[in-house]
């Protein structure tokens, strides 16, 4: 106890304060992480081609986004990480498919064919 506070204990924290607790570098590569994947979420659904400088803010605002989101798995143990990842998955497989198509496309529009 300090000055007269009752501590928390461990096992009532997220598993991210208990993890950060145990080392305390967890934290910070959770950031990072979250960081990452909301970029790649971002880059896979809604990505489009910008100029330089509207470019910077757009990264700028989806890290000052992504320390909320950090922030939500850190406190209150939403499974912010989680959710990213799997939306990273299904937008890559939904890019994966979409090229296939489109390059299906093409190959029948040489040929002279049409897709159905």
Same mark, same amino acid.
């Given at each position: 106890?300090?000055?007269?506070?009752?501590?928390?204990?461990?096992?009532?924290?997220?598993?991210?304060?208990?993890?950060?607790?145990?080392?305390?570098?967890?934290?910070?590569?959770?950031?990072?992480?979250?960081?990452?994947?909301?970029?790649?979420?971002?880059?896979? +659904?809604?990505?489009?081609?910008?100029?330089?400088?509207?470019?910077?803010?757009?990264?700028?605002?989806?890290?000052?986004?992504?320390? +909320?989101?950090?922030?939500?798995?850190?406190?209150? +143990?939403?499974?912010?990480?989680?959710?990213?990842?799997?939306?990273?998955?299904?937008?890559?497989?939904?890019?994966?498919?979409?090229?296939?198509?489109?390059?299906?496309?093409?190959?029948?529009?040489?040929? +002279?064919?049409?897709?159905?």
């Amino acid at each position: 106890m300090r000055n007269g506070e009752e501590m928390v204990p461990v096992e009532n924290l997220s598993w991210l304060m208990q993890a950060t607790y145990e080392q305390p570098w967890i934290g910070f590569v959770a950031f990072i992480a979250t960081t990452l994947l909301t970029v790649l979420v971002f880059n896979l +659904g809604f990505a489009r081609k910008l100029p330089v400088l509207k470019m910077i803010v757009v990264y700028v605002m989806l890290i000052i986004g992504s320390f +909320g989101l950090w922030f939500l798995e850190f406190v209150f +143990g939403a499974p912010i990480m989680a959710v990213l990842a799997i939306s990273a998955l299904v937008l890559g497989i939904y890019r994966f498919r979409l090229f296939m198509h489109r390059k299906e496309k093409a190959r029948s529009e040489e040929n +002279g064919g049409s897709v159905g």
